[in-house]
């Protein structure tokens, strides 16, 4: 029933327990008892929007940065990730395999508070060598969900056998 | 003086289609009406097909269509309902599964043949067996047994003319199913007869809860004298593609190749490419469209419990058809009178058989967000109606 619940919730994170028990032909309090589970669990972590950004007046850019570090001989990359993804500013922040370690994914208001960041807080923690910074031009799809919607009528005919 | 033939004249206009007109009349209407997935064709599908007009393959396939696709759907079959076809001889690619129904009858009927239609159900069986000149007897399912089909149902219409069974499970249009039980008693009685049974399962792949779809071609006694007719239509979401198929015993494929290749000559080439690609890839996109419409078929069925009309747990399909006997309304009545009053399309029952009398078909294939407008307009007018019913 896990797995259900997530899917319906992934969806649309705004549906009542008592909706989800009608969708799954479940009993209302064992579902509210799942949720409450996963959230203890930290399965759930939290709720949020997605809003489409490209359509707010606040100034808005995104960045991704590539992140090489030096992993630490206790810690390993556990120690510097912390150091990363407590900056407020820092949005997420992916252990990756590849030619980089970290991905890391900021949000700002201009181009140059993003800069700024980068040049004086990442780029200067001690076991950072070396940053890669890619700026969002335009998000098209994100989490599953198309942003900018074509909204095709319902073309099908009223009516049909 | 008319030049349409005469059994075309005499033939009556599918009950759909005259509440179509009506539906067609009225503004801001919210149906509940379609046939059709409202789900987008997978995007690899789609993809698949832009590719094939980019590679100018939109020439004519072979009569039976692309042997990668009847290949594929050999394989399908075998995976599915557990009987082997072989694609060279007993697999036929059409125009839709409605195709295959057309096809498959005029294979088998000869003047005068009967041909037991299990109902309610699909509006094109009568038509297409009249057209092949055969005689359409009904076979009425209740709804005390959820609408399947039982033993009891078919004997009482059985003659020395039957030559055919129509088999359309999962239905169109009350949701139910037969499941493996229900198929074997069937099978009893059609064991030792000389009866075609032309097994409709195009919606085969959309039965909920733990329960999957079984074809009555997997007995061993009917795989010889089963015509199983499937398609990509509901299952893909690829209803405008128009692309099916019909897989039986080999003597019966090729008399309805036969038609086909001079009648249809291929099915359309774009979309056979398309299909090998759904075979090939879309199980989970099919897994989810299922997932989603069992979720609308739950929320959808306790609206109508909870509005006092009875309701039984339809498993299959993308329909429900709930009971409005305790309206005091006939079917055409209570759907023409929802259109008018509150603007919700429904489909009344006996557009698919007299027997569909006191009851409406309510499609699901709709979001969570209007399944819900729609069930809150039709409580208002069943609340409406038994309140002006009391003394």
């Avoid at chain 2, 009556?12 to 046939?35: C, H, Q």
């Avoid at chain 2, 795989?223 to 128009?242: D, H, I, P």
């Avoid at chain 2, 309206?327 to 929802?338: C, I, Q, V």
């Avoid at chain 2, 919700?344 to 979001?367: D, H, K, L, N, W």
Wanted: with cysteine; aromatic share 8%.
């Amino acid at each position: 029933m896990e797995k259900d619940i997530l899917e319906i919730l992934e969806k649309d994170s705004r549906i009542s327990a008592e909706e989800i028990a009608v969708m799954l032909g479940k009993p209302s309090e064992e579902v509210s008892a799942c949720i409450k589970k996963m959230e203890d669990e930290g399965i759930i972590c939290g709720y949020t929007i997605l809003p489409n950004r490209d359509k707010t007046e606040k100034e808005y850019v995104a960045a991704m940065i590539e992140v090489k570090v030096t992993p630490q001989r206790d810690s390993g990359y556990e120690a510097i990730a912390k150091r990363i993804y407590k900056f407020d500013e820092v949005k997420s922040v992916y252990l990756m395999s590849g030619a980089y370690d970290f991905m890391v994914l900021m949000e700002g208001k201009n181009i140059k508070e993003i800069s700024h960041f980068i040049s004086s807080k990442l780029s200067t923690l001690e076991s950072v060598t070396s940053t890669a910074t890619h700026f969002v031009l335009k998000k098209y799809k994100d989490y599953g969900i198309i942003m900018e919607k074509n909204e095709y009528a319902d073309e099908r005919m009223v009516v049909s056998p | 003086m008319t030049f349409v033939a005469r059994h075309i004249a005499e033939m009556p206009r599918s009950g759909i289609r005259k509440f179509f007109d009506i539906v067609n009349e009225i503004d801001g209407a919210i149906s509940l009406g379609v046939g059709e997935p409202d789900f987008e064709t997978p995007w690899a599908i789609k993809e698949r097909g832009i590719y094939t007009l980019e590679n100018k393959r939109t020439v004519y396939t072979s009569n039976a269509g692309l042997i990668e696709l009847r290949r594929e759907i050999s394989k399908y079959l075998e995976n599915r309902i557990g009987v082997k076809y072989d694609p060279g001889s007993e697999i036929l690619v059409t125009v839709g599964a409605s195709e295959g129904i057309d096809v498959a009858l005029r294979a088998v009927i000869e003047p005068g043949d009967e041909v037991l239609i299990v109902e309610p159900s699909f509006v094109s069986y009568r038509p297409c067996v009249t057209m092949a000149g055969g005689v359409p007897v009904s076979v009425e399912t209740k709804a005390e047994n959820d609408f399947r089909l039982t033993p009891e149902d078919i004997l009482k219409k059985l003659t020395p003319r039957t030559k055919a069974l129509v088999l359309p499970y999962p239905n169109n249009p009350t949701g139910a199913i037969m499941e493996k039980s229900d198929l074997a008693a069937i099978e009893k009685v059609l064991k030792y007869r000389d009866i075609v049974v032309i097994s409709d399962e195009i919606y085969s792949e959309l039965t909920y809860g733990d329960i999957s779809h079984t074809s009555i071609s997997s007995f061993e006694s009917m795989r010889e004298k089963t015509v199983v007719l499937n398609g990509f239509s509901k299952s893909y979401a690829m209803t405008g593609w128009r692309l099916g198929y019909a897989a039986g015993p080999r003597e019966i494929i090729d008399a309805m190749t036969k038609i086909h290749q001079y009648i249809i000559m291929c099915a359309p080439t774009v979309s056979q490419y398309a299909g090998i690609e759904a075979l090939q890839s879309c199980d989970d996109a099919v897994m989810k469209m299922r997932r989603e419409y069992d979720a609308r078929r739950r929320v959808m069925r306790k609206g109508f419990l909870d509005m006092g009309l009875s309701c039984f747990d339809a498993k299959g399909a993308f329909y429900l058809f709930p009971c409005i006997k305790s309206t005091g309304l006939s079917s055409d009545e209570f759907a023409e009178k929802l259109l008018y009053e509150e603007k919700v399309a429904v489909v009344p029952g006996t557009a698919f058989g007299e027997c569909g009398e006191g009851f409406i078909r309510c499609s699901y294939a709709y979001s969570i967000k209007e399944i819900k407008a729609a069930l809150e307009r039709i409580e208002r007018f069943v609340r409406k109606l038994k309140n002006t019913d009391k003394p």
